[in-house]
């Protein structure tokens, strides 16, 4: 059995280029991702079906307190 694999780009407040994350799941808003070893909680999700395979867009605020 082949198990599902999502990649993503997350936009980490303050920089212009997103991170790539890859999960075996669907993210979705509210939950928290680890991003350069830094907890961020997804503010929103995009995904882009009409690419092949599932790749989408994930915007994150910071988890505990402000971005420094």
Do not use: C, K
């Not at 790539?20 to 929103?44: A, C, I, N």
Request: proline share 6%; glycine share 10%; charged share 20%.
């Amino acid at each position: 059995m082949t198990m599902a694999e999502y990649a993503w780009n997350v936009f980490v407040p303050g920089e212009d280029l997103p991170h790539r994350l890859t999960t075996d799941y669907l993210v979705s808003e509210g939950e928290q991702v680890t991003v350069d070893g830094r907890p961020w909680l997804v503010e929103h999700v995009d995904i882009d079906e009409a690419i092949e395979g599932a790749v989408g867009t994930i915007g994150v605020v910071a988890a505990e307190g402000p971005v420094t």
